[in-house]
C-alpha cells in the first residue's frame, strides 16, 4: 500500500525538503484520531476529559480574571503556576507511554539528527489538553496580574515561555528517564508510584481543610515570595513585578524562566543524543540482578505455613503482596487509607471510633476478584483444581492470607482510633463490628471472585480494569459491597440497639458476638463460591486474560 | 479400561503393543469465537508412547484444540477423553495425568524459577521434600540452575519455556501437552528441551505438541496430525503424512493449499538502482 506505491528507483530523502515540525505535527494528530478510532469507551473517555479540562480551564480563567485588582491575585498566579509545573515534571513519569509520538527510542532506527527533531518534538508535545490548559492558566494569569503597558508586554512573552518552559520540563524528565521508564523495574515503580497520589490526596485534603482554618491565602505569601523566582512561575512573577513598576526584577525573572528553557533544552539534547546512539542497556541491568538468596524452597518464616495447597497457596499470595507491583500498591493504598481516615479524622475531632471500621472494609476489598490479581498465570491453578474440594481449599487459604495481614492491623487501627479519642468503652464493639465487616468482605469477596472475575491490565499505575470490563469490575465491588453492608446488619443492628436501649455496659459483648460471626459468614461464602468456581474453571481463565 | 491406562505410562510395553490405548481421543469437537469457527468438528485419536506433533499455519485452530483438550478452554460441542477418562466429567482422573505448557498465558512470574516450581508441585500434592528433589534435578536438566533464584519476570523467552516444561513434568504425567514448545527459543535452549522431551517419551509417555516449523517437527515427530481452518487434513506416521513428497514441508504446503506466490512486477524497485 505505502512504501511498495513508492516510484522505482527513486531513493526518498533522509529529511523532507520542508523540515520535521510539520510531519511530527501531523504524526501527532494521526496517533491521536486512530487512539480514538480504537474504541467507543476510549472516545468517550477523551471527550469526557476533553470537556472537563476545558470547563476547569475556563473556570480558572474566570476565577483569575475575577481577582484582578485583589491583593493576592500575583500568590495565587505564581503558586497555580508552580503546581502545574511540578505536574508536567511528574506526570510523564506515571504515564511514559502515554504519547508514542515523543518516545524517542521509537525513532532510533530513523535518520534524523537531534537538534532538528527537538524542535519537531517539541512542536508536536504543544499539541493536547495539557498544553492547552496550560495555556489557559498562563493567559489567566497575566490578565489577572498586568497593569499597564510594560506588564502586559511583558505578559506577551510570559505566556509563550511558560508553556515551553512546561513542555521542555516533561520532555526532558522522559528522555532522562526512558532507559528507566521502559525497563521492567521502572515500570513497577511507576505502578507503584500511584498509590503515593492515592495516598498524598488524603493529606491534601486535610491540609486544605487546616489552610482554610488558618487564615486562608495571606498565610501562603511567603511561599509565594520564593516561588516567584522559580521558573516558570518567575516568568509570571515577571509580568507581576512590571505592574509594580519594578522592571528590572521583572526581567531578571523573565531572564531566570529563559536560562531555564535553555538548560532543560540543552539537558534535553544530550540525553536524546545519548539515547539515540549508544545500545539499550535496560535489559542487561535487569538480567545482572545477583541471586545471592540461599537455599532452600520455605525459608524464614513461610516455613511456619501448613503444608499442602493451603500453606502452598498462602505463601504465594503473601510473596505477591510484596513483589507484584499491582497487588503491592493496592495493598498499601488500603492499608494507608484505612489508618488516615480513622485516625485523622480522631485526631481533628471530628471523628467517631466507628471510622476505625473503615480499615476492616478497605482491607476486605482486596479478596474481591482474587483470579483476576492471579492475570493469565492462572490456568496453573485451574489445572490443578479438579474438584469443589480443591476450590475451597484454594479460596480458604487466600482468605487465611488476607487474614494473616488485616486481623492484626484492624486491631491496629481500632486501638489507635480509640486511643486518639481516648474512648476506651467503645474499643470491643467496635472491633467485633469490624470483624463482621471483615468477615461480610471475605464472603462476598469470595462469592464476587467466582462469579465476576474480571482481567487487571498489568501496565499503568491508574488501570484497574481493562476497557470493556468497567461495568463488571463495579457490579462485582459495588453490590458486594452493599451485599457486605446487608450481610452485617444484624450486628449493626445489634450495636444500634445496645446504645438505644441504654445498654452501653454491655458494649463487650459485640467483640465475642462480631468475631463468630464474621467467621460464619466468611465460611459461608468461602463454601459457597467453591462449588461455582470448580464449575465455571476455564470462564474465569478467559475472563482474567484480558489483560 | 484402567489396565490401558497403566500400560501408557509403563515402559517398553506401549511401543510394542499392537494395538496401543490412544492417548487422547476427540470426537466431534467444535468451537466458535462469534462469528470466527476456531475448530470446525475434529476427530482424532493420537496413540499412546508417541512423540506426537500437530502441525499447522498461524489461525489454524492448534491452540484452540490444545487448550480444550488440557480443560482451559470449554468446548462447543463434542468429547474428549485423555488416557480414557473424560476430561470435562471426570477432571480428578485427567487434571492428575496431563502436563501443559500453555502459549501466551502468563506464568506466576513474581515468583522465582525454584518458588514456581515449588509452588506447582505442592498444588499438585506431592510431598514437599520429593518436590525439592525433583525441581533441583529439572532445573539442572535445563540449564537454570544458574538463574533458580531470579523471579522468572526477568527471564528471557527460552528460560521461561524451560521453566514452564519443568512445571509441566514435575508431577511425572503421562501425556505432556506442549503449545509451540520452540517458539523464540534459541537453539541451544532447543536442544537441552528436546533431550528432555526424547528421554520422557523413550519411557512410554506421550507428547502432544503443536508447532509450524516443519523441520522440527520432522526431525522429532514420529506421528502427525496436520490442523488448517479448524480442521484435521491429514494425520498418521511421519511417513504416511509425508506420502510422495519430497519433505513435510512440502507435503504440508501442498496439504494447506499455499502455492509458491510469485510476486511478478509489484516489487521490481526493491534491489534496483539506489
Redesign the interface.
Known sequence: MTV?D????S?VPAVPRQGLVPVFVRLKLTLLRNGLRQSSGRRAAYVASLVLTLLFAAGQVIGLVALRGHGQAGTVAVLLTAVVALGWAVMPLYFPSGDETLDPSRLVMLPLRPRPLMGALLAASLIGIGPLFTLALALGSVIAVAHGAAAVAVGVIAVPLTLLVCVALARSVVTANIRLLTS?KGRDLAVLSGLVIAVGVQFVSFGAQHLGRAGGLSSLEPVADVVRWLPPASALGAVGSASEGSYGTALGQLVISALALGALMWLWQRSLVKLMTSPDGSTIA??D?S???SG???SGLFSLLP???T???M??SL??VV??PKTKASWVTALAIGLIVPVLNAAQGSGSIYFACFAAGMLGMQMYNQFGQ????F?????????ARDAYVELRARALALLLITLPYTVLVTVVTAAVLGDWAALPGVMGLSFALLGAMLATGALASAMFPYSIPQDGAFKNVVPGQAGLAWISLLGGMVAAAVLSGPVIGLTVWLHMAGHQDQLWLLLPAGAAYGTFLAWLGVRLAAPLTADR???I??AV?KG | MPDQADSAGGTETAGVAPTPPPAVRVEGLWKRFGEQVAVAGIDLELPAGKFIGLVGPNGAGKTTTLSMVTGLLRPDMGRIEVAGHDVWRDPVEVKSRIGVLPEGLRLFERLSGRELLAYNGRLRGLPGAEVDKRATQLLDVLDLAGAQHKLVVDYSTGMRKKIGLASALLHNPEVLFLDEPFEGVDPVSAQTIRGVLERYTRSGATVVFSSHVMELVESLCDWVAVMAAGRIRARGTLTEVRGEAASLQDAFLELVGAGVRDTGDSLDWLGGAR
Open positions: 511498495l513508492a516510484p522505482a528507483g531513493a521492567r535487569a538480567a540482578r541471586a545471592d538468596r532452600g524452597d520455605r503444608e499442602g495447597r500453606g502452598t497457596v505463601e504465594r510473596r505477591y513483589r507484584d492471579d492475570t493469565s498465570a490456568w496453573m491453578v485451574a489445572l490443578s483444581v479438579s474438584s474453571l476455564p470462564e481463565l478467559a486474560s
